[in-house]
């Protein structure tokens, strides 16, 4: 028969969620017009109050709109909602079977409700995310009673369904009246709820669904992984169905029938308050049945349930079960049975009570600011201490290597045993799986990363990094790459996988320790589209994947290329305030700083590094950099062997790369390294 709790935090209680906080807020532009020939107009669909929730006079929530533009989208007016116009009406919107909206909160309801339906079929409302800041759906069961499941378990008679969103939410069925879940929405596609009943199956079928939008900025947002989320710091819990009486449905066939549903399996959080460190869980004392998870109810008498004989916890719970993680004095974390002890505690690190902000561990490199048993329970490092809210907060650092996945703000992908070499073969994936929509790219940061060279021809035959899953392409990449950078865009909330292959065959120390980076829609480091790559200093070195200033070690003999194949990509660069150009400028102590194309033998020794060994414009066919408008020129292609100092005026900054498929004929290439620097604006004078 489930379970039943109180919930009680030790300190300070917070308040219940405003109305005014749960859909997205939009305001629009006031626009007026001059009147010249006297007519007069309706103002109502241009938007001039705030859209917010509001609460009718009826005692629904509502969103704030002219009266006229609430009429007009089938809503209905309850009460004035603003001191702007008297036409502002709290809008209430209402629907049933065949709906769809976009609102910030709508009620779907049975046909007919408040009076009951008896009828069978599918009813399916639509909710239309109105864009990409809207990111949860939450569904208040403000009035759910359905035909109770089978003997055992199922919902065979009727159900609700709620399909679309990018979380699994379970069949439901049975007496759910305040009960609510959460959905994330995957990406702008719609959710669906659908409710199914049996017309066969005479029953008071009652239904009413207050679905509201949640933006991916509010405070009231469930954690990933929470179908539940409750808000206050005490109130009562229950599962799905619960009830204090039997299974109706079989107690009027004389049958004792379970009101537990089958296939649950789903997290209940709890928003820890300020100062919050633990939390209570008590059995109610006049409930007997507030616990009973597995076990014969029948075979019990009344004075044995609910006493400690009774209760299970650890391996002894194998089907149905409660986790409660690290209880105080249990050594278990799973729950079962017909009894649980009074009151179980366990520390609040799982929900994270202070912001989980990207660190720097003492040992230099980059993690999430976590509880220390939540870093801890996801595998990470504790590095140091990263808040003054807790002596609990730690800089937690998390390394994977092969096969390993995650959803971390920073993760190091490593080659097994690093720092040692690893001389071995094979394939080596790390998945990088974004928690959510308002995750859009990934960088990936080559800290360190030495596989085999290519071969003459410039092909990655030997080792090879190779990413995958992402919108944006990346080239297959090899050689020496430390210090080196990509940016890739998520496909929504679709994983991305970055795979090194290496061949045993092949004796070569390979090194790997890849920084992965997941970056927000909104961050000021998003790279534009386009940039493979993307340069935030002013100034800096910018150079081609493997680039180097020796020879390609493994084809010494037929002097081989470090110049890869298949290349075709951009490189930006973050413009500064008041700068507007930029310089590439090839070190004077390298010759070889810019070698794309020709050969790189003795007799054209004197034309290295030099402007005269290099080519422009239409000369430049299959390897070549494209350098925008650059100053004194007339085109803005390059390739060759040398090049000089190079102004670019165009804004945005940015570079393009382009190799062919084979380097036959460039003998000796190593791409380009250059210096840049951007450029200050010119004063005006006079």
Request: aromatic fraction near 10%; include cysteine; charged fraction near 10%.
């Amino acid at each position: 028969m489930d379970y039943n709790w109180f919930v009680i935090f030790t300190c300070a209680i917070l308040g219940a969620v405003s109305s005014s906080d749960l859909g997205s807020e939009s305001v629009s532009n006031i626009t007026t017009s001059d009147d010249r020939q006297g007519r007069e107009f309706p103002f109502y669909s241009l938007g001039r109050i705030a859209n917010r929730v509001c609460t009718g006079t009826n005692g629904l929530l509502g969103t704030c709109q002219i009266r006229g533009e609430c009429a007009s989208n089938g809503g209905i007016g309850s009460g004035r909602c603003s001191t702007l116009t008297v036409q502002a009406v709290c809008c209430v919107y209402i629907s049933t079977c065949g709906g769809s909206g976009s609102n910030n909160v709508t009620y779907f309801q049975n046909a007919g409700y408040p009076m009951p339906y008896n009828g069978g079929g599918a009813c399916t409302y639509t909710v239309i995310p109105p864009d990409s800041t809207v990111c949860q759906l939450r569904v208040d069961f403000s009035a759910f009673t359905l035909s109770q499941p089978n003997g055992d378990g199922l919902c065979s008679v009727d159900n609700i369904q709620i399909f679309g969103g990018s979380s699994r939410v379970p069949t439901i069925c049975g007496d759910n009246n305040g009960q609510h879940v959460y959905v994330n929405f995957n990406g702008q596609n719609s959710i669906t709820i659908t409710v199914s009943t049996t017309a066969a199956t005479s029953f008071n079928r009652l239904w009413n669904l207050q679905l509201s939008m949640i933006s991916c900025t509010s405070t009231y947002i469930a954690p990933a992984g929470c179908l539940q989320y409750f808000l206050d710091s005490a109130g009562n819990i229950q599962s799905f169905n619960y009830g204090s009486s039997a299974n109706s449905a079989f107690s009027a066939m004389g049958m004792v029938g379970t009101r537990q549903m089958s296939n649950q399996n789903y997290g209940i959080c709890i928003r820890a308050g300020a100062d919050q460190c633990s939390i209570s869980y008590n059995v109610p004392s006049g409930d007997l049945y507030a616990f009973t998870v597995t076990g014969d109810v029948l075979a019990l008498t009344q004075d044995m349930l609910g006493t400690p004989g009774v209760a299970m916890v650890g391996s002894g719970c194998m089907s149905d079960y409660l986790i409660i993680p690290n209880p105080t004095g249990v050594a278990s974390d799973r729950f079962c049975g017909m009894a649980i002890e009074p009151v179980t505690k366990f520390p609040f690190y799982s929900l994270g009570r202070i912001p989980n902000t990207v660190c720097t561990g003492t040992d230099g490199l980059s993690g999430t600011c976590q509880i220390r048993g939540e870093c801890a329970a996801n595998g990470g490092i504790a590095s140091g201490r990263c808040s003054t809210l807790t002596t609990q907060a730690v800089c937690c650092v998390y390394i994977g290597t092969c096969g390993g996945s995650g959803s971390n703000n920073i993760t190091y992908f490593q080659n097994t045993g690093y720092p040692t070499p690893f001389n071995g073969g094979g394939t080596c994936t790390y998945t990088v799986v974004p928690p959510d929509n308002t995750i859009c790219q990934l960088r990936v940061d080559f800290s360190a990363l030495t596989l085999s060279q290519p071969n003459a021809d410039g092909v990655c035959n030997v080792d090879n990094i190779q990413i995958s899953g992402g919108s944006s392409p990346v080239p297959t990449i090899c050689g020496d790459n430390n210090g080196q950078h990509v940016y890739v865009a998520f496909s929504g909330t679709s994983s991305i996988s970055i795979t090194v292959s290496t061949t045993a065959s092949t004796s070569f120390s390979r090194v790997w320790n890849l920084q992965l980076s997941m970056i927000s829609c909104t961050s000021a480091y998003a790279a534009p589209a386009g940039c493979l790559q993307y340069y935030l200093d002013g100034t800096g070195i910018v150079q081609s994947f493997n680039y180097g200033s020796a020879a390609n070690p493994t084809t010494t003999s037929s002097v081989g290329s470090r110049q890869l194949v298949n290349l075709n990509y951009g490189i930006c660069f973050r413009s500064g305030a008041g700068q507007c150009s930029i310089t590439y400028t090839p070190p004077s102590t390298d010759i070889y700083a810019f070698t794309l194309s020709d050969l790189v033998t003795s007799e054209n020794m004197t034309k290295l590094g030099t402007a005269s060994g290099g080519f422009k414009g239409t000369q430049c066919t299959t390897d070549y950099l494209i350098i925008p408008n650059p100053t004194g020129l007339t085109d803005d292609r390059f390739c060759g062997m040398g090049i000089g100092t190079t102004i670019s005026n165009t804004t945005p900054f940015v570079l393009y790369y382009i190799t062919n498929g084979d380097e036959k004929g460039d003998d000796g290439n190593r791409g380009f390294s250059f210096q840049y620097a951007q450029n200050a604006c010119p004063i005006s004078v006079g």
